[in-house]
T-cell receptor
Framework: GAVVSQHPSRVICKSGTSVKIECRSLDFQATTMFWYRQFPKQSLMLMATSNEGSKATYEQGVEKDKFLINHASLTLSTLTVTSAHPEDSSFYIC????????????FGPGTRLTVT | GNSVTQMEGPVTLSEEAFLTINCTYTATGYPSLFWYVQYPGEGLQLLLKATKADDKGSNKGFEATYRKETTSFHLEKGSVQVSDSAVYFCALSDKSGGGADGLTFGKGTHLIIQP
């Protein structure tokens, strides 16, 4: 149980285009989902917290107009990287919190974004 | 702000050796502490957790004790196996901080176990 999927697993796009990444909780309801970014050999950095039915809360330094987050249902959150640039190339990871187990987050396998 | 510091890797050990990966933290309030493991090509998995001082988390032979006086949560295992080779992340969740309660991670420690 407690499986989180991400799609796509990797994507290559051209500079200036937008890319949408989906995060789904497959067997539980997630009132809260989190989006992280991981640079090579670095830690995961929290980008934003996504609550179902409300606006996302962004961490300091994260551009909310560039990283659009939508959490329209209890099993799906999306991250859209708008007008992507090479510096946005990174590994994006989502996690979901099962409302019945508040101390635990279940992580997706991540999405590798490469902007050329 | 919150921060987690863990020993840099890679850490290379022989099979059946004793493992310690150090982790210290800085946080406001009373955080929960976690160890996550990332096997090659896979997503992060929760290894163990502790939600209050003096709690000991344990799983798969790994242990870590929440030490408030030293702000530490060191990961230990008495006898490692080749299959333990992975990247280990120490993390905290500051429940009392308000706002987002996403995790604050350390940089990760790459553990390599040689047969």
């Amino acid at each position: 149980g407690a499986v989180v999927s991400q799609h796509p697993s990797r994507v290559i796009c051209k500079s200036g285009t937008s890319v949408k990444i989906e995060c789904r909780s497959l067997d539980f309801q997630a009132t809260t989902m989190f989006w992280y970014r991981q640079f090579p050999k670095q830690s995961l950095m929290l980008m934003a917290t996504s609550n179902e039915g409300s606006k996302a809360t962004y961490e300091q330094g994260v551009e909310k107009d560039k990283f659009l987050i939508n959490h329209a249902s209890l099993t799906l959150s999306t991250l859209t990287v708008t007008s992507a640039h090479p510096e946005d190339s990174s590994f994006y990871i989502c996690s979901a919190r099962d409302w019945g187990a508040p101390y635990e987050q279940y992580f997706g396998p991540g999405t590798r974004l490469t902007v050329t | 702000g919150n921060s987690v510091t863990q020993m840099e890797g890679p850490v290379t050990l022989s099979e059946e050796a004793f493992l310690t990966i150090n982790c210290t933290y800085t946080a406001t309030g009373y955080p929960s502490l976690f160890w996550y493991v990332q096997y090659p090509g896979e997503g992060l998995q929760l290894l163990l957790k502790a939600t209050k001082a003096d709690d000991k988390g344990s799983n798969k032979g790994f242990e870590a004790t929440y030490r408030k006086e030293t702000t530490s949560f060191h990961l230990e295992k008495g006898s490692v196996q080749v299959s333990d080779s992975a990247v280990y992340f120490c993390a905290l969740s500051d429940k009392s901080g308000g706002g987002a309660d996403g995790l604050t991670f350390g940089k990760g420690t790459h553990l390599i176990i040689q047969p």
